[in-house]
């Protein structure tokens, strides 16, 4: 079993940076690899930025290239969000998530509890 536990998000102005945390409960060879999505209120959940455990592959969406950055430290299971030049429509619940199901379609995912994060106009 694999358990995501996200800190990290709040409320900023337009312009600021936050980073987002996720600690993974499972050891680093075993969920394949990590990474975040965000849903909007009325909108579908959407990967924002994943990467493999190993190896230093990274993929992120349009809308966040250049601003963001998905990071991990494999030694402390860890993954993090870097997000600089935050925008009002960045706002949404941000959620961690793990396992191979984030580069292939029907595999397993596991989710975060989600932690919200607001960007003030």
Known sequence: QVQLVESG????????SLT????????????????????APGKERD???????F???TYYAD????????SRDNAKNMVYLQMNRLKPEDTAVYYCAAGPGLFSTGASIYWGQGTQVTVSS
Not at 47 to 53: F, G, Q
Not at 63 to 70: H, N, Y
């Open 63 to 70: 809308s966040v290239k250049g601003r963001f950055t998905v």
């Open 20 to 39: 987002l945390s996720c600690k993974i409960s499972a050891r680093s060879g075993t969920y394949y690899g990590a990474g975040w999505f965000r849903q």
């Open 55 to 57: 190896g230093n592959d």
């Open 47 to 53: 990967l924002v930025a994943r990467m493999y455990v």
């Open 9 to 16: 998000g709040g409320l900023v102005q337009a312009g600021d």
